[in-house]
């Protein structure tokens, strides 16, 4: 009986190992395709992934599979926690793609196909009137899966749950509705302040040479391996992995700004040092990767905000930074302190400061939850979006491509994808008051440029487990509480009442 158990895991993770070589190639193909890859081998190139995104749903949903799970069905308490974890995601995966009829999934990888066409015409063209008949069909064939995955509380569960396990509608509501509170409130107060902050420093000529090894040499201190991944270029900064020995980060560099690269950078290695630091144990486990995509925006958050503009690392690095750019001859470490911590309520997410950022995604957390629940339609979604930037931000797009087309998300029907970024936001603040109790003097380390000490806490309490606990596990573990706003608004209050207000 045992023997059988083991010998029965061993070919169930030899099966997930050839699944997870063929998501490799696939990986590998995407960043090249964004990178590298020249202009006319797109057709070549989509057929390419086409095929092999296809034999991987066909390995996830085989009969294989379904004997694997039915083999195991009786035995769950007899195995241990990384092979229960392993075999419970294997049979979540095949249960979610089974209820979905076969043909209703191949209309709807067509329909959401064009609606990304639709939509990057669309927001060329500032034309919402573009997008509008791709994204309803979008939308509809959502409603119709949730109705097949079926739904607790709310329908839009189904689709948190996908990006964040454990997220409820009902917990969000508490959750972005304190730190919608908290920030506008903050965001007043930063308002009626009478400093005046500039960020002219970060403008000028930054050689794109220069950036990218300032950019190199950061990663480094930050623990990024590059015997294990590499930096390269694209229009969006992304990162993707082949495995923790093969992580590709990117970023984008503009000749006279410096500040989004070099964010962009360090957000990106937050990312890729979650990824590098996986342990090979967890090969063939499907589990080898980085839990939930809030927890991943935790890891790239923490290194762009509270480590990469914090004072600490700027006393360190500003006296580098001088060395590559002589636009930062006579710059004060407090002058770009308060630089790279400039806010600025805006109409673009992606450009947003720190403070603000929050406050973009809980707009579109907003919009979908009442979109899924059919209480606003996708003709509604200009005068929603325009009315909450005005009531929130304090700002109005004058046109659709500043405003509800910016994003990608919605034309592949990524909804529920977008919680995860605050969510990131405030599982890293929990991180950082526990860090702050294990190690007192991690910030001074830090003024030194010895980032070792936060890349240590990370791994261990982060990194090592991949996608053994769920986010609501891992968070309670690493913290003994449950995921709540407290920390994330006392270090907003702090740090930028100290910067705006003094
Ligand atoms: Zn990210």
């Not at 995104?53 to 390995?59: A, I, R």
């Not at 509170?181 to 002219?200: H, R, Y």
Request: charged content about 30%.
């Amino acid at each position: 009986m045992i023997l059988d158990i083991k010998e029965k895991l061993d070919e169930v993770k030899k099966y997930i190992g050839d699944i997870e070589k063929l998501e490799k190639a696939i990986e590998l193909l995407y960043w090249d395709m964004k990178t590298y890859m020249p202009k006319k081998a797109l057709d070549s190139r989509t057929s390419v992934l086409e095929y092999l995104s296809d034999q991987q749903f066909k390995l996830t949903t085989s009969e294989k599979v379904a004997e694997f799970i039915d083999f195991f069905s009786d035995k769950m308490n007899n195995l241990d926690l990384i092979d229960r974890v392993m075999i419970d995601n294997l049979k979540r995966n095949y249960d979610e793609t089974k209820k979905i009829p076969k043909d209703k999934y191949l209309e709807y990888v067509v329909i959401a196909s064009k609606s990304e066409a639709a939509w990057e015409e669309a927001k060329e063209k500032s034309d919402f009137s573009i997008f509008k008949p791709h994204l309803e069909k979008v939308v509809e064939y959502q409603k119709e899966f949730i109705n097949y995955w079926g739904y607790e509380g709310n329908k839009y569960n189904t689709l948190l749950d996908k990006y964040e396990r454990g997220i409820t509608v009902e917990k969000l509501d508490i959750i972005f509705g304190e730190l919608r509170d908290g920030i506008v409130e903050l965001l007043k107060k930063i308002n009626n302040s009478n400093k005046k902050i500039s960020k002219d420093i970060f403008t000028g000529n930054f050689p794109i040479k220069a950036q990218e090894e300032f950019s190199i040499e950061v990663l480094k201190k930050m623990g990024f391996n590059f015997d294990c991944g590499r930096l390269d270029v694209s229009v969006h900064p992304f990162t993707l992995d082949m495995g923790n020995s093969d992580v590709r980060l990117t970023t984008h560099y503009y000749e006279n700004e410096i500040s989004s690269a070099l964010l962009s950078s360090i957000h990106e290695g937050g990312h890729g040092i979650y990824e590098q630091n996986i342990p090979d144990s967890l090969d063939g486990t499907g589990l080898g990767t980085g839990v939930s995509m809030g927890i991943h925006e935790s890891q790239s958050r923490f290194y762009e905000n509270i480590i990469g503009r914090s004072k600490e690392f700027w006393t360190y690095f500003l006296p580098v930074a001088k060395k590559y750019f002589k636009e930062f001859k006579d710059t004060t470490l407090d002058e770009f302190y308060e630089a790279i911590n400039y806010v600025e309520p805006s109409l673009i997410r992606t450009e947003a400061d720190e403070l603000t950022y929050s406050l973009h995604i809980i707009i579109r957390y907003e919009i979908e939850k009442s979109l899924i629940n059919g209480e606003i339609e996708v003709s509604d979604l200009p005068r929603v979006w325009n009315e909450k930037y005005k009531e929130y931000l304090g700002v109005e797009p004058s046109n659709d491509a500043e405003g509800v087309l910016q994003d990608t998300h919605w034309s592949d029907g990524s909804f529920g994808y977008f919680p995860s970024y605050a969510l990131g936001n405030v599982y890293g603040a929990q991180m950082l008051n526990k860090l702050l109790q294990d190690k007192p003097n991690i910030f001074k380390e830090i003024s030194q440029g010895n980032l070792n000490g936060v890349y240590e806490w990370l791994k261990e309490n982060v990194h090592k487990h991949g996608s053994i606990y769920t986010p609501e596990e891992l968070i309670k573990n690493i913290t003994g509480e449950e995921i709540n706003t407290k920390y994330f608004l006392e270090y907003l209050n702090k740090k930028y009442l100290s910067i705006y207000t003094n």
